[in-house]
């Protein structure tokens, strides 16, 4: 069970544009680097994230191995109407993760 | 006349709280950081070290061995019982007859409620307890105890912290106390504030104890680092805790 880092605003003003900050616990090991004996170390890090708001796509993200463990992210976003925002990390062997955070537009 | 009002308004603006030096010229790693390492520890949403905070408190409250009890059974709220403990420590363990770091004295507790768990070391739950209950010493000055029986262990642990060792020849006091503020290779050299432990250090890109930054700074010198655990790594950390005695503890704190 991965653990996660999520500031998103519980109610934001129809139209603001308001920041989302996520971090989320992961090793981000490469697959380049080599272990205590000799053996490379198999690559596993989140290929992909993506931030959608009532369904509708927010931001998509491709991680690459050159990015350092936890990765952090910072993106923007404005809502129109009250919602749910849904976070989801994607990555070698099957690694899944999902986040919710409801938002009350006023 | 303005100009000095700039100097001092420059200076407080580059010293946030938690990391304010005791005004003996004694400065805390943070301040030798850069502008967006600092932001990093300062902001918890930033600071990759509240992941294992968060984990340490589950931990926390989880129910282990036949008896079905947790740290929270015995010691209760974490916030309350666990607050100013770990500016203590290392401490003299009346059991054990010799000083403890923090980091023994959870074992010794969780080793007495799961008979068979290995002695710590550089786990990840592990980290994430110390983590989690040092977090509740955060802000406050580091406290250790005026405990006589700690003396000779504190005179032992300075005697090594003074002693050259390994092929480069070079003793803790070489650099901590003589070159501090100068520059190895790029990066400054601290005086070496032992405050903020256990880290979230970029160049780990992960959570490590003091212990795993000593070995590292003996095997830097080409020394051969203590074993883990080692009465003489503790004694050397009783010395640190001394010798920082007064500053703020920083815990989880960010380290390039």
Redo the contacts between chains.
């Keep these: 069970m991965a ?5 998103a605003p519980s109610s934001v003003r129809r139209g603001d544009s308001f920041s989302l ?1 996520v ?1 989320l ?1 992961h ?2 090991e490469s697959g380049f680097r080599v272990g205590a004996e000799g053996q490379v170390l198999p690559r596993d890090i989140v290929r992909r994230f993506a931030c959608s708001y009532n369904g509708e796509r927010v931001i998509e993200v491709e991680l690459f191995p050159a990015v ?3 990765p ?1 992210l910072e993106f923007s976003a404005l809502a129109s109407a009250s919602g749910t925002l849904s976070f989801v990390w994607e990555g070698d062997h099957g690694f899944v993760h999902r986040e919710q955070r409801a938002i009350t537009v006023t | 006349m303005t100009r000095w009002l700039l100097v001092l308004a420059g200076l407080v603006a580059t010293l946030p709280c938690g990391a304010e030096p005791p005004g003996d010229g004694r400065r805390s790693g943070f301040a030798y950081m850069g502008a967006s390492t600092q932001a990093m520890q300062l902001d918890d949403t930033l600071n990759p070290g509240m992941l294992w905070v968060l984990e340490g408190e589950q931990l926390w409250n989880r129910r282990v061995g036949a008896a079905g009890r947790s740290c929270a059974t015995c010691h209760g709220d974490a916030r309350v019982s666990m607050r100013a403990v770990a500016a203590r420590y290392p401490d003299f363990d009346s059991a054990l007859q010799r000083p403890v770091d923090l980091r023994q004295r959870i074992g010794a507790c969780r080793q007495r409620q799961e008979p068979g768990l290995p002695p710590p070391g550089e786990e990840q739950a592990q980290l994430s307890l110390e983590a989690y209950i040092g977090l509740q010493s955060r802000g406050l000055p580091l406290a250790p105890p005026q405990d006589l029986r700690l003396q000779t262990y504190r005179e032992r642990g300075r005697a090594f912290f003074e002693q050259r060792i390994g092929q480069l020849g070079l003793s803790c006091a070489d650099c901590h106390d003589q070159h501090a503020g100068r520059r190895l290779g790029g990066s400054p050299i601290p005086q070496g504030h032992a405050t903020g432990y256990p880290i979230y250090r970029l160049e780990w890109q992960g959570l490590g104890s003091l212990q795993r930054r000593l070995r590292a700074c003996m095997s830097g010198v080409r020394a051969e680092p203590l074993a883990w655990g080692s009465p003489e790594l503790v004694e050397l950390e009783l010395y640190l805790a001394w010798r920082a005695r007064g500053m703020s503890v920083e815990t989880p704190a960010v380290r390039p």
């Excluded at chain 1, 653990?3 to 500031?7: A, E, P, V, W």
């Design positions: 653990r996660t880092l999520i500031q900050r971090l616990q090793p981000m350092a463990a936890n952090y």
